[in-house]
């Protein structure tokens, strides 16, 4: 999966949903949860333009794929159940949140582990 591609379709999306809240939502939710429903662009937009920047690290191969699914999917679970739930004020969606805190937080791991291990092979005249 090529990250600049997917991190461009994250990115619109994510302008999207920004613009839609900024917009579309102001009158129809309480202020709590457009509050909620910012997290979520916010989150989102922040690991679209991580998805971008995978592109041009030295990373592993392996850490690329684990650190772009893992965005993708901290985007789809944490900003995506924000999203539902400011629009639905359903409380239990909560639940799903965490699971996309968590991968996101495995994407970060595995660009820190893919950039260390890459280390080892750049050239010696590189830092």
């Given at each position: ?7 461009a379709v ?16 102001r009158s ?100």
């Amino acid at each position: 999966m090529n990250s600049t591609r997917l991190g461009a379709v994250m990115a619109f999306l994510g302008v999207a949903a920004g613009a839609f809240g900024a917009h579309g939502l102001r009158s129809r939710v309480d202020a709590a949860l457009l509050v909620v429903f910012e997290t979520g662009v916010r989150y989102h937009l922040v690991h679209a333009l991580a998805l971008l920047v995978l592109a041009a690290l030295p990373l592993t191969p392996r850490s690329m794929r684990v650190a772009t699914w893992a965005f993708l999917t901290g985007i789809v679970l944490f900003s995506g159940s924000l999203y539902v739930l400011a629009l639905t004020n359903e409380k239990s969606l909560g639940a799903i949140t965490p699971f996309g805190g968590t991968a996101f937080l495995i994407g970060w791991i595995a660009v820190a582990v893919g950039a260390k291990q890459n280390r080892g092979r750049a050239s010696p005249s590189g830092p």
